[in-house]
């Protein structure tokens, strides 16, 4: 029998991370929200990122996306130095993701349909018609295939979160990140899109990276839990959502799980 040696066997695990994040520094101006942080995410898993208000949750993803450019450190998603990258490059990562945040509104004059095959339209090459099955496919997926020729304004806030994610999905990235899907949802609108993101999670396999502070959002879809602090600007706890609430010694991240309504698991 062959056995990999300790070099192959790192290589194996290596390839199983789809994001990788190291020594990312932060600034604005003067500034440093986040000094030296770094995690890697498993293809398929749901990483949840928490922590308090200001604490640099957005400012963390929005430079894993390429939308600043970080102080010092890497980032490397789906194979792409996002850091570095070529504008060739950058437009081959941003098919490969797909963002859903509170300011990723959908265009108010464009219908739920047109919406979503935008970004088709823009990346994928593909004739009007079948651009447009594509995007009743995703709309389909996500619940809404009656709604295509509604406008925005015309359908309820989580069927705008609904159609936001078909539209993320469209170009099927291996990586969808999120800020706060359930930001203006009541409990029970929340609980299903947390379902919605799990299905399509198993059934696509597709990587996820969520800012939330929800508490039962956090246990019905974490996989970990990545929890950051003003103190030290950066990581305080990595782990499961269940591990953190019962191991975790750090009394931060104790008073956050203690939030957590009864019966949740
Ligand atoms: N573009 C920017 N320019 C200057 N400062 C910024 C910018 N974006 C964020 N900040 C600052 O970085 C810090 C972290 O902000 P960030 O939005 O990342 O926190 P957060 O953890 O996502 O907070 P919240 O939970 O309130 O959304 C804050 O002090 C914020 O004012």
Redesign the pocket.
Known sequence: MNVPDSSAQNQVLMERSIIKVKGLTAR??E?T?LQNVSFEVEKGEIVIIA??????????VRHMIGIHQPAAGSVVIAGVDVVNASSRDLSYFRRNIGVLFQSGALLGSYTILENVMLPLQEFSGLSLENVEQVARLKLSLVGLSGYGNHLPSEVSGGMLKRAGLARAMVLDPKVLFFDEPSAGLDPITSAELDRLLLSINQGLGTTMVV?T?ELPSIFNLAHRVIM?DKEPKGIIAIGSPVELRDKSKDPRVINFFRREPLGQE
């Open positions: 604005f101006g500034s929200i922590g308090g208000s200001g604490c640099g949750k957005s400012t963390l800012i502070h950051l």
